[in-house]
């Protein structure tokens, strides 16, 4: 008998598809998963056995009608499972990218719900039973909040400056520093996003020092807007300098140029007061007279993925009127949870009420009493005094001294994949060939997991 025999007879004594789905446990799938998709499982299984599976003695157990069920549901069970879910951040930096940046205040998460439970006012005027604009919602409270004319939230900063610059200098030259032609992370990159938009790009200064005579040096190639950006996420020291914001700002405005700035972080509040070095704010770069300041609403402001554009009326006016506005609009969560963090600083809460402020201004001492009872609980690991990051692409190399619970494992690295594998997942960092975890970033309400997840990853 030959090998193809061999296979023919095995797959002879597989069920079919109906005959497993009349079993009692294909009932339970289908009322726990539909029953397309149910049935999708089945062939799947099934389909992969007949491929897979060259001789009988390749399976280990019997493959009866339970056990097909069995490994069809491991398969619905995989095909559903979550990809984007919540975990435990333990590794000390506060804007996590990865991790999802800023999580949001309790009354910005019951303004999600609240917005996203019912219909609500996204775009209808109550006073007068007719269409309303979105452009409204978070739009007042950024006027008040900051001294700006007018405001327009869009998806995020990098939408937001790829309209800015689409609007305003599609064929037309922007001075930048080359101090400046920075790359984000995740793909966002200055000169790419000014080259589509459209923009010409007129590089100035080298890369550690621009004057701004290289600035006044660059008016006869005829721009019409000068760019400053942020550095964001790295940091030039030695030999360097850059004009202030404010002697760009006045040179723009003695030449009739738009002065436009990515401001990046989104920082209101001022970093320096909680022993960081300062991050230049949002109300800094209006003061400073620039015509259009942008910035994402998910860095220091606290608050949802969104851009933020504040500026002259007449410039936002434009804006908004601009097809690309129209593809980068947001959604009503993003306004609700958005305004609700606004309110937090208006009404001077922001430091209590919003949780990337509560982990910036929480002590090393703090930080230490939540270190020491986690110790106790686990009986196990050491204290130490480390440092936390702010992350997000602000302040770099900024520290806060932290408190640390350092966990001494035979093979970290190991023990690092065993803690992501809870549910929910803890993520951590190695130092010194340790585990080390960071209670700054773990919100308080999360201690319970965190400690059920070492003791479980520990024994
Ligand atoms: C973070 C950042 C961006 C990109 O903002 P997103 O909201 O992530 O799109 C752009 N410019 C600067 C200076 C930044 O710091």
Same mark, same amino acid.
């Given at each position: 008998?030959?090998?193809?025999?061999?296979?023919?007879?095995?797959?002879?004594?597989?069920?079919?598809?109906?005959?497993?789905?009349?079993?009692?446990?294909?009932?339970?799938?289908?009322?726990?998963?539909?029953?397309?998709?149910?049935?999708?499982?089945?062939?799947?299984?099934?389909?992969?056995?007949?491929?897979?599976?060259? #001789?009988?003695?390749?399976?280990?157990?019997?493959?009866?009608?339970? =056990?097909?069920?069995?490994?069809?549901?491991?398969?619905?069970?995989?095909?559903?499972?979550?990809?984007? *879910?919540?975990?435990?951040?333990?590794?000390?930096?506060?804007?996590?990218?990865?991790?999802?940046?800023?999580?949001?205040?309790?009354?910005?998460?019951?303004?999600?719900?609240? &917005?996203?439970?019912?219909?609500?006012?996204?775009?209808?005027?109550?006073?007068?039973?007719?269409?309303?604009?979105?452009?409204?919602?978070?739009?007042?409270?950024? *006027?008040?909040?900051? @001294?700006?004319?007018? +405001?327009?939230?869009?998806?995020?900063?990098?939408?937001?400056?790829?309209?800015?610059?689409?609007?305003?200098?599609?064929?037309?030259?922007?001075?930048?520093?080359?101090?400046?032609?920075?790359?984000?992370?995740?793909?966002?990159?200055?000169?790419?996003?000014? +080259?589509?938009?459209?923009?010409?790009?007129?590089?100035?200064?080298?890369?550690?020092?621009?004057?701004?005579?290289?600035?006044?040096?660059?008016?006869?190639?005829?721009?019409? $807007?000068?760019?400053?950006?942020?550095?964001?996420?790295?940091?030039?020291?030695?030999?360097?300098?850059?004009?202030?914001?404010?002697?760009?700002?006045?040179?723009?405005? =003695?030449?009739?140029?738009?002065?436009?700035?990515?401001?990046?972080?989104?920082?209101?509040?001022?970093?320096?007061?909680?022993?960081?070095?300062?991050?230049?704010?949002?109300?800094?770069?209006?003061?400073? @007279? *620039?015509?259009?300041? *942008?910035?994402?609403?998910?860095?220091?402001? @606290?608050?949802?993925? $969104?851009?933020?554009?504040?500026?002259?009326?007449?410039?936002?006016?434009?804006?908004?009127?601009? !097809?690309?506005?129209?593809?980068?609009?947001?959604?009503?969560?993003?306004?609700?949870?958005?305004?609700?963090?606004?309110?937090?600083?208006?009404?001077?809460?922001?430091?209590?009420?919003?949780?990337?402020?509560?982990?910036?201004?929480?002590?090393?001492?703090?930080?230490?009493?939540?270190?020491?009872?986690?110790?106790?609980?686990?009986?196990?690991?050491?204290?130490?005094?480390?440092?936390? #990051?702010? @992350?997000?692409?602000?302040?770099?190399?900024?520290?806060?001294? #932290?408190?640390?619970? &350092?966990?001494?494992?035979?093979?970290?690295?190991?023990?690092?994949?065993?803690?992501?594998?809870?549910?929910?997942?803890?993520?951590?960092?190695?130092?010194?060939?340790?585990?080390?975890?960071?209670?700054?970033?773990?919100? !308080?309400?999360?201690?319970?997991?965190?400690?059920?997840?070492?003791?479980?990853?520990?024994?």
């Amino acid at each position: 008998m030959g090998a193809a025999t061999g296979i023919m007879n095995d797959f002879s004594h597989l069920p079919s598809v109906d005959t497993l789905l009349r079993a009692d446990q294909a009932t339970d799938l289908i009322k726990q998963y539909g029953r397309e998709l149910t049935l999708a499982a089945i062939r799947d299984t099934l389909d992969d056995i007949r491929m897979h599976l060259k #001789t009988p003695d390749e399976a280990s157990e019997p493959l009866n009608d339970q =056990r097909l069920l069995k490994i069809a549901s491991v398969r619905l069970q995989s095909w559903l499972a979550p990809t984007l *879910c919540p975990v435990i951040n333990a590794t000390g930096v506060i804007l996590h990218t990865n991790l999802g940046r800023a999580p949001l205040s309790q009354s910005a998460q019951q303004a999600l719900l609240a &917005a996203a439970s019912g219909y609500n006012t996204l775009e209808y005027d109550l006073l007068n039973g007719s269409r309303g604009s979105r452009t409204v919602h978070a739009s007042n409270l950024l *006027c008040r909040l900051t @001294g700006a004319e007018a +405001a327009l939230v869009v998806n995020n900063n990098a939408a937001a400056m790829l309209l800015v610059l689409s609007a305003f200098a599609r064929r037309k030259g922007v001075v930048i520093s080359r101090t400046q032609l920075v790359e984000i992370g995740g793909g966002f990159r200055i000169p790419e996003v000014m +080259a589509q938009s459209g923009a010409r790009l007129i590089e100035v200064g080298t890369t550690n020092r621009v004057s701004l005579a290289d600035y006044e040096s660059a008016l006869e190639r005829d721009p019409i $807007a000068l760019l400053h950006a942020h550095h964001s996420n790295f940091k030039i020291i030695g030999f360097t300098s850059e004009p202030a914001l404010k002697d760009l700002a006045d040179l723009a405005s =003695r030449n009739h140029l738009l002065m436009i700035d990515d401001q990046g972080s989104g920082a209101l509040l001022d970093t320096a007061h909680f022993g960081l070095g300062h991050e230049p704010t949002v109300q800094e770069s209006l003061a400073a @007279g *620039c015509d259009l300041v *942008c910035f994402s609403g998910d860095k220091l402001l @606290g608050g949802p993925q $969104a851009g933020i554009i504040l500026g002259k009326n007449e410039l936002v006016a434009k804006l908004k009127k601009h !097809p690309l506005a129209r593809a980068m609009r947001v959604d009503k969560l993003c306004l609700a949870a958005l305004s609700a963090t606004l309110i937090h600083y208006l009404k001077g809460d922001a430091e209590n009420q919003i949780p990337v402020w509560r982990m910036i201004s929480e002590t090393e001492a703090s930080l230490k009493l939540r270190t020491s009872a986690w110790q106790a609980t686990l009986d196990f690991g050491t204290i130490i005094g480390g440092l936390s #990051t702010v @992350g997000g692409g602000s302040l770099p190399e900024e520290t806060l001294p #932290t408190s640390l619970l &350092a966990l001494d494992v035979r093979n970290p690295h190991n023990f690092m994949v065993k803690l992501r594998q809870v549910d929910p997942p803890v993520i951590a960092r190695i130092e010194n060939d340790q585990v080390m975890l960071d209670p700054r970033t773990v919100l !308080p309400a999360q201690d319970t997991a965190l400690l059920s997840a070492l003791q479980k990853t520990l024994d």
